[in-house]
């Protein structure tokens, strides 16, 4: 990988990870408990349970994805960076375009 690539995936992952930030604040904020006063319209008590349960979910996920992120805009610092942590081949940067916080090839992610 060169430099201008590496700049590239660079870029991308300083975006993923605003995208994944503003995320995070979004679900935290969703997750706050209902206040038993809120009027929630037409939407029952027990779905917004339901719903919150699922916001839950994807806050963890965000989460984890932030903390693979910020690993890998660690890692981008040095020369390994880009390679498989299974095989040691280099991941297609076509694969870190579209998630950069992949750890592996398409093969060993399988
Ligand atoms: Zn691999």
């Known amino acids: 990988m060169d430099e201008t690539q590496k700049k590239e995936i660079h870029k991308k992952l300083m975006h993923e990870i605003d995208n994944t930030q503003k995320k995070i604040a979004e679900y935290t904020e969703l ?21 919150k349960s699922v916001v839950e979910a994807a806050l963890r996920q965000a989460e984890n994805k932030m903390q ?10 040095y020369t390994d960076f880009g390679m498989c ?11 870190l375009m579209i998630r950069p916080h992949s750890k592996f090839c398409v093969n060993c992610a399988q």
């Open 85 to 95: 942590n299974k095989c040691k081949q280099n991941i297609p940067l076509g694969r």
């Open 68 to 77: 693979q992120l910020q690993f890998m805009q660690h890692k981008i610092k």
């Open 31 to 51: 997750c706050k408990p209902i206040a038993p006063e809120n009027s929630i319209g037409r939407i029952s008590r027990m779905d917004a349970i339901n719903n």
